[in-house]
């Protein structure tokens, strides 16, 4: 599943929801045609209240409805909404427009009963003005929520999508290693470009499909090549939220250190690595190999090259090892398929070997 989130429509301001309201609630009196002056306010006044409310109550929990429900979605959305913008925030939020809507039904219930049993055409006014200073209140009290999910939606929109229903590769090391470079080598068509909560810094996407497979691939620009210390909590929330991806994690080595890193930072930065995600598969590869003297073992000759230390190696520059890695991507990534059970659709049934249901 995908949270389309360019597709969840912006959220109104307090002001202009109100505005939107009490116009069709004025729409709705000017159409009451009724010579009789009692009959005539009464209609008018009950009309005034029951539109505005019902537009502004069904257009708060419009919202709800359409914001991605935290409960039914992948752990990877749900980390990446808590490093982005607080999910307590989000819960908190939605759930103070469904409180907003049914106050708002209760107000107008409560004033349209009043106008509608009284004959006194001034306390029908006064009804109805009770009801807009009340619908008024209740919205100014969701004000901020309203602002806060508008603003939410901006920050969430830009955010990294990854199908959770397909395998994932995560290609990590030090800043300038070449991690966007294989993943452009890696891709078919462009990789999507996409920004983590608080890096300005862009974030590659690339898909390619392999043994039927779609596998999507993920760079992380300065979020898993930086020191543990100079990280921050919502970085760490961004790594957890790899975490949640799980099927494979590549580690380029670029021991040619024309990246500016040298290899023993690398290395060091591997054990981070390998201690911030535990449970996940970790394959280090040497990068940029076409830069290395003495060049690897079957550079040119073989699928997959590898380094007297038995590390495979490649060059996104070139080519060389691109395939082969990909094959060797794809066994790691079949292995870890493998042990995920099988879904079937609601309904579906897979008859066990001793005939069993
Ligand atoms: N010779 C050689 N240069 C490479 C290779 N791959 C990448 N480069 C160069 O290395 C530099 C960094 O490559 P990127 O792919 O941007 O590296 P990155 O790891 O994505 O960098 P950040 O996103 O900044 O962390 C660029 O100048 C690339 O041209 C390679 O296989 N061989
Ligand atoms: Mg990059």
Redesign the pocket.
């Known amino acids: 599943m995908r949270i389309r989130w360019k597709g969840v429509p912006t959220v109104l301001f307090g002001d202009e929801l109100l505005d939107k309201g009490f116009t069709r609630g004025r729409a709705a009196s000017d159409r009451v045609n009724e010579s009789n002056r009692t009959f005539r306010v009464r209609k008018q006044m009950s009309r005034m209240v029951q539109t505005s409310s019902d537009t502004i109550a069904e257009y708060l929990l419009e919202v709800v409805s359409t914001w991605p429900s935290l409960d039914r979605m992948p752990d990877f959305d749900q980390s990446m909404i808590e490093a982005a913008v607080g999910t307590d925030m989000y819960r908190k939020n939605l759930a103070s427009l469904q409180w907003a809507a049914s106050q708002i039904r209760v107000v107008a219930s409560q004033n349209v009963k009043k106008i509608t049993r009284t004959a006194n055409v001034e306390f029908m006014h006064t009804c109805r003005r009770e009801a807009y200073g009340r619908i008024s209140s209740i919205v100014g009290q969701v004000g901020k929520g309203l602002a806060w999910l508008n603003e939410s939606r901006e920050i969430l929109k830009v955010l990294p999508t990854i199908h959770s229903d397909e395998p994932c590769v995560v290609i990590t090391g030090s800043p300038n290693v070449g991690?966007?470079a294989l993943i452009r080598a890696l891709s078919s068509g462009e990789p999507e470009v996409n920004s983590y909560p608080f890096t300005t810094?862009?974030l590659?996407v690339g898909h390619f499909t392999s043994h039927r497979l779609k596998v999507q691939l993920v760079?992380t620009?300065g979020l898993l090549d930086r020191p543990m210390i100079k990280r921050n909590a919502i970085e760490m929330q961004a790594i957890a939220a790899l975490e949640h991806l799980g099927s494979l994690v590549l580690f380029l080595l670029d021991s040619s250190e024309s990246g500016g890193a040298s290899v023993e930072e690398q290395l060091n930065l591997l054990e981070e690595v390998k201690e911030l995600l535990p449970g996940t598969e970790l394959l280090v590869c040497i990068s940029k190999a076409d830069l290395l003297d003495p060049l690897p073992e079957g550079w040119g000759d073989v699928d997959v090259p590898r380094t007297k230390d038995g590390h495979p190696a490649f060059s996104a520059i070139d080519g060389q090892g691109v395939e082969g890695l990909r094959e060797l991507m794809m066994e790691k990534v079949m292995e870890v398929q493998r042990g995920t059970p099988l879904t079937l659709p609601e309904g579906w049934y897979v008859r066990d070997p001793d005939g069993a249901v």
């Open positions: 991690k966007s810094k862009q590659h760079d620009p």
